[in-house]
């Protein structure tokens, strides 16, 4: 099997997850057996482009012809049984779907943000989740909001561009949604269940994991959407070394806001940029990762590298948090609500009404376990050999490798107690979701699978 993998790499200077998975996915491809024929470009040759290249620029998010030349040359000689498209801007375009069907090559597209609608690409703008341009055919409210790259100008270049390929995404051929919150998105876009595959990404298995250890871990960007001021309210509402540790590793704009509460606690511990050395460390040195973002987040790797670990997350009810957790329900498309209201009604349980996520019953099978989470009015409820509780406070909902919650202080400083009295019996099923759903072999073989189904 022969497939381009074509992606526009984002600057280097700005640390991309984006990149990073797919250097992983055209590695584990390789590995597997298939031919990959990398057609790369990055945002890095901008500023030693020719003049002449330069001028082209402001249109190659709508059009990009060399692009388009380098791609049907590429086509014409390998004849390709795929072409696997991420990240089309600026310097591909998602004219490369049009190229490639002109040339009889089937299109996937593993769409890693909301960018099909939203010209950020994060449902996300001012420190609240905005579903402004949904529904729009031309997203003016971006540009009033200077959205892309905080320019008038470019937040209407990539509007327009968004409009005008709107016919272009909807033929792609198969979409790679990275979670079910991404597949709720393409259906709301307007895209058949039929051309949408859950597939997430994977991280190599770091072997078997270390022993669990105590508290809490936060590693990220320190950044507002990724939800740190909520947890430092969360966490406040406790006294000090009731919860055990809390480690923050990461840099970004609120490190000041890390360092100050590390200063006025002796529970809080900031670690700093890591490197995997480090992550390491951090992480086994932890019982609960947390995952506290206020924002749809599309596919936080640290989640699956927390699960590969053996260690359950605690995490906020938005984008693809609760289908990494295993606490996946019904709801809204991700950007058609406010954070308070992440959810939409799940269907009638037997025997209770709907609710949101966030108030359903709580998942639960079979078996008992010993110490259970902190009730609200300070019990010690059940836990059961899944580490899931048959009380839980209001707002938390349990799921196969962790819970989840509204972004909502009140509700996640309720949760900590419950993560920090659950974490090992959910330490085993965390691993064990890792293997079955985010393991390399497993994830691999679904990829070629779609491939295969398009040839």
Known sequence: MRIVVAHNRYREAQPSGENTIVDVEISQLAAAGVE???????????????????????????????????????????????????????????????????????????????????????????????????????????????????????????????????????????????????????????????????????????????????????????????????????????????????????????????????????????????????VREALNASAVVLATSTWHDVLPTVIIEALASGRPVLGTALGGIPYLVGADTPREPAGTGPAVAASAAAPPSPGGPAGPVGLADPVSSGGVGSVGPVGPGGSVGQVDSAGRASALPAGIRAGEAGWVVPPDPAALAAALPVAAAGAAALAGPARARYDRTFHPEVVTKRLIDVYASLR
């Not at 024929?37 to 249109?59: C, G, H, Y």
């Not at 049009?98 to 420190?127: E, I, K, M, W």
Request: hydrophobic share 40%; net charge positive.
């Open 36 to 278: 990959v024929l990398p057609f790369l470009r990055s945002s890095d040759e901008i500023p030693s482009m020719p003049k002449t290249a330069k001028a082209l620029l402001p249109i190659s998010p709508i059009y990009a012809p060399r692009a388009q030349q380098e791609l049907s040359r590429l086509l014409t000689e390998h004849r390709p049984d795929v072409l696997h498209l991420h990240n089309p801007y600026p310097l591909l375009s998602p004219w490369v779907v049009r190229t490639a069907h002109r040339h009889g090559v089937p299109v996937v597209q593993t769409v890693h943000n909301y960018r099909q609608v939203c010209s950020s690409g994060l449902y996300f703008r001012d420190g609240v989740i905005c579903q402004d341009c949904r529904g729009r055919t031309l997203g003016v409210p971006a540009v009033v909001h200077r959205c892309y790259r905080g320019s008038r100008a470019q937040s209407a270049l990539m509007a327009t561009t968004l409009a005008v390929h709107r016919g272009t995404w909807k033929s792609v051929d198969r979409f790679i949604a990275l979670t079910s919150a991404v597949a709720d998105h393409l259906r709301d876009y307007g895209i058949p269940d039929e051309r949408i595959v859950v597939k997430p990404n994977a991280i190599p298995d770091p072997g078997t994991p270390a022993p669990l250890g105590r508290g809490f871990l936060f590693l990220g960007r320190l950044s507002p959407e990724k939800g740190l001021d909520l947890l430092l309210e969360a966490w406040r509402r406790h006294p000090d070394g009731a919860l055990g540790p809390l480690r923050v590793a990461g840099d970004g704009e609120l490190r000041p806001l890390v360092e100050a509460a590390a200063a006025e606690r002796a529970d809080v511990t900031f670690l700093g940029p890591l490197d995997r050395a480090g």
